[in-house]
């Protein structure tokens, strides 16, 4: 219990996935201008990733490892999450068009994006058990969530400041993004596993 | 007007208020600390702070091509508070350097005085400290010297009273309600700070609600998580509120009106959350002031605070989802 609230704890501020260990720019980049498109991504990347780790803790321990195939994680992972995206996608095309919309060529693009990869990968690296790695998930995509919502808070704040011409959209968005994970900076050496 | 009818298009109320006038007014409120600096830190911390706000005017008016080196005077405030949350033997390149990140980074590349969204001064502390955190951490807080004006204060130094349990017994509560602690120079001293903050308050700059919940929040979680390092439970409160930047933060960080929460209940929630994140930092984490990080976070969650805070019109009904 212990473990699993250390784990919480450390993904969604001290480890940060977005803000500390970089993972997951694009779509923090790309979808953060709006705070509705955010939410709608947020609650997409929780639900991928809750399920990505669940289904490749998985197939890691009671496929690859009994086979002898642990060296094909990387290839295997990418499978199991692009289909599971694919899932999602289909879903989310019949049950939220405008979110479907809003969400454009972000939602394929998780299929490989590194945070939804590295979520499995570090699960299985740090050994974590089942229950283990889907809380891991869980708050390495909240954490994911809360650098991509505080993001789009700022950026709408943006659109009204009188940002120069030379450095509006994308370069004012990094400059902040980099102001953020030196605040985050500060959860260094909370605790660790 | 020799009593004729004036006739003029709205708005017909106008307030003498300006963004110079309020900034001079925080300068004026920066004095005393400004003051109690130079009598405990000697002749490095006036030069410290000198070097701060020219450096940040002189970048300002750089950026925008302009002559008027005061200009709105936001500079000023920002090089000022800049020089004083770093101890008076900072070498004057860091100041020139942190004074230079702020205004650019923290303030010009947003668009200026208004349009920021972190604290410009915070925003530059943090830069040095990730940059030369060396300079910042440990034993490199000067010991004051109380009137002796011109001695070298960077002979003795120590490291701050937050540093852990055995530096801070080191310290009385006494000694640090007037400012007698090694520490960054116009942090140190509580009475100037709340001197400073009334006026502040007095003036209608800033809102109780900001330093009050910040305060609040750094005295509970103090007492009740700090395991009474500092004598009992109430002490370690007191202390955690006068030790390192609590106190200046709330008053004169926190504040910032671009960078904080416009609506009473935001504003009130900011200072909760700051105390809060400020504490986070202090007690589990690696870093033993939290000052800076609480702030910078707080000001990332503003427009989200606002948001959420928006006081319900007369007469509104809340709309059903």
């Known amino acids: 219990m212990e473990k699993l609230l250390s784990i919480i704890f450390i993904y969604i501020l001290v480890d940060n996935f977005v803000l500390q260990r970089f993972f997951g720019i694009c779509p923090f980049l790309g979808v953060s201008r709006k705070m509705e498109t955010a939410m709608g991504m947020s609650m997409a990347v929780v639900f991928v990733m809750a399920l990505a780790t669940l289904v490749t803790w998985l197939f890691y321990t009671h496929v690859l490892v009994p086979l002898r195939l642990e060296y094909l994680q990387i290839v295997a992972f990418i499978l199991v999450i692009a289909s599971l995206v694919q899932l999602v996608e289909t879903v989310l095309r019949k049950i939220s068009p405008t979110l479907y919309q809003g969400l454009g060529i972000f939602l394929p693009l998780i299929t490989t994006n590194c945070a939804v990869l590295a979520v499995a990968l570090l699960a299985v690296q740090n050994e974590f058990t089942l229950v283990e790695a889907v809380v891991f998930g869980i708050a390495a995509s909240i954490g994911f969530s809360i650098a991509l919502i505080i993001m789009a808070g700022i950026r709408e704040r943006l659109e009204l400041a009188k940002v120069p011409g030379a450095l509006q959209g994308t370069a004012v968005t990094l400059i902040t993004a980099g102001i953020l994970s030196l605040a985050f900076m500060g959860f260094r050496g909370m605790l660790s596993l | ?321």
């Open chain 2, 1 to 321: 007007m020799n009593g004729k009818l004036v006739l003029s298009s709205s708005p017909h109320i106008r307030t003498i208020e300006s963004v110079r006038s309020v900034m001079v007014d925080v300068l004026v409120a920066l004095f005393p600390v400004a003051l109690v600096a130079v009598l405990l830190f000697g002749h490095q911390a006036l030069v410290n702070m000198a070097i701060g706000v020219v450096t940040a005017m002189a970048v300002e008016a750089i950026w925008l091509r302009k002559l008027d080196l005061f200009g709105d005077g936001s500079a000023a405030v920002t090089g000022l508070l800049l020089a004083m949350t770093l101890p008076a033997s900072a070498p004057w390149w860091l100041v020139v350097v942190g004074a230079a990140a702020a205004i650019i980074i923290g303030k010009q590349v947003f668009g200026g005085t208004g349009n920021n969204i972190f604290n410009p001064a915070l925003v530059g502390r943090a830069i040095l400290l990730a940059s030369w955190g060396a300079r910042l951490a440990g034993p490199v807080w000067p010991v004051p010297k109380p009137f002796n004006f011109g001695v070298d204060i960077s002979a003795v130094t120590t490291a701050t009273p937050l540093a852990g349990q055995a530096e801070a017994l080191k310290v009385t509560l006494g000694q640090m309600f007037v400012g007698n602690v090694a520490g960054a120079l116009g942090e140190t001293s509580a009475l100037a700070l709340l001197i400073g903050g009334f006026w502040l308050l007095y003036k209608g700059h800033i809102d109780w609600r900001i330093p009050g919940g910040y305060i609040a929040t750094v005295f509970i979680m103090g007492a009740v998580f700090g395991g009474g390092a500092y004598l009992n439970p109430l002490t370690t409160g007191l202390f955690h509120v006068l030790a390192g930047g609590v106190m200046l933060g709330a008053f004169f960080m926190a504040t910032d009106m671009v960078t904080s929460p416009v609506t009473p209940a935001g504003k009130l929630v900011f200072g909760v959350g700051c105390g809060l994140f400020t504490m986070l930092v202090r007690l589990f984490g690696a870093y033993p002031e939290g000052v800076t990080f609480g702030i910078l976070i707080m000001n990332a969650l503003t427009p989200i605070i606002d948001n959420l805070t928006i006081p319900r019109k007369f007469g509104e009904v809340k709309k059903s989802a």
